[in-house]
């Protein structure tokens, strides 16, 4: 759990990181584009079966420029003949982007989603193990001790890595004081302590 809690947190940064490197780029190329107002003049459909429109406009110097969007939808965003604003590099026009949300922003929403769903699980599995190994380290300097009788080993169902799941030791104490009966489960074993428990 320890490895994959680091494996999920590491890839989690690196998608993150790739996210606000894509963000920062989008950013500089908005900033420093050309605005101009193209016409959809064919849509190409790829092999995932998505269609991405191919533009005309001109540029500043007043050549006509033709490109394609690198994003496709299905159904298509855009019908042949539509008009839509779109901004280019003044020295490379051929590398221009339609002016929408999606286009322009869509790549680092969706990279930095997918990055915050993998940090999220592991820091959280991470988190988890802290708190669980802070409530441990408390009870053994300031628990008190006390003798139970084994029940039995089970299977923890809840919980499942690779396919096997953890086996549980469980043992009862009544209070001598109140005479209620107190059920205790052991921490998570991934291996069967059945052969060690000899009472």
């Known amino acids: 759990m320890k490895v994959i809690a680091y494996v999920f947190t590491l890839v989690g940064i690196g998608i993150l990181v790739g996210a606000f490197s894509l963000y920062r780029n989008t950013s500089s190329f908005v900033a420093e584009a050309s605005r101009s107002e193209g016409t959809v003049v064919d849509l190409v459909e790829s092999r995932s079966n998505t269609y991405r429109p191919t533009i005309h406009f001109i540029n500043q110097e007043g050549k006509k420029v033709e490109f394609t969007s690198s994003v496709g939808t299905n159904p298509p965003s855009y019908?042949?003949?539509?008009?839509?604003?779109i901004l280019y590099p003044p020295t490379e026009p051929q590398n221009a982007k339609i002016d929408d949300f999606f286009s322009l922003w869509g790549g680092s929403v969706i990279l930095g989603g997918i990055g915050g769903v993998f940090f999220t699980i592991g820091t959280g599995i991470i988190l988890v193990g802290v708190l669980k190994n802070r409530k441990d380290e408390y009870l053994?300097?300031?628990?008190v001790p006390i003798?139970?009788?084994?029940q039995s080993v089970e299977i923890n169902t809840s919980l499942s890595v690779n396919g096997k799941h953890p086996f549980?030791?469980?043992?009862?104490?009544?209070n001598p004081s109140t005479l209620e009966l107190h059920i205790f489960q052991s921490n998570n074993l991934w291996f069967?302590?059945?052969?060690?428990?000899?009472s």
């Open 79 to 85: 019908s042949k003949g539509q008009k839509v604003e």
């Open 147 to 150: 003798e139970t009788k084994f």
């Open 192 to 198: 069967d302590p059945s052969d060690y428990i000899k």
């Open 168 to 174: 549980v030791v469980l043992t009862q104490w009544q």
């Open 140 to 143: 053994k300097k300031n628990g």
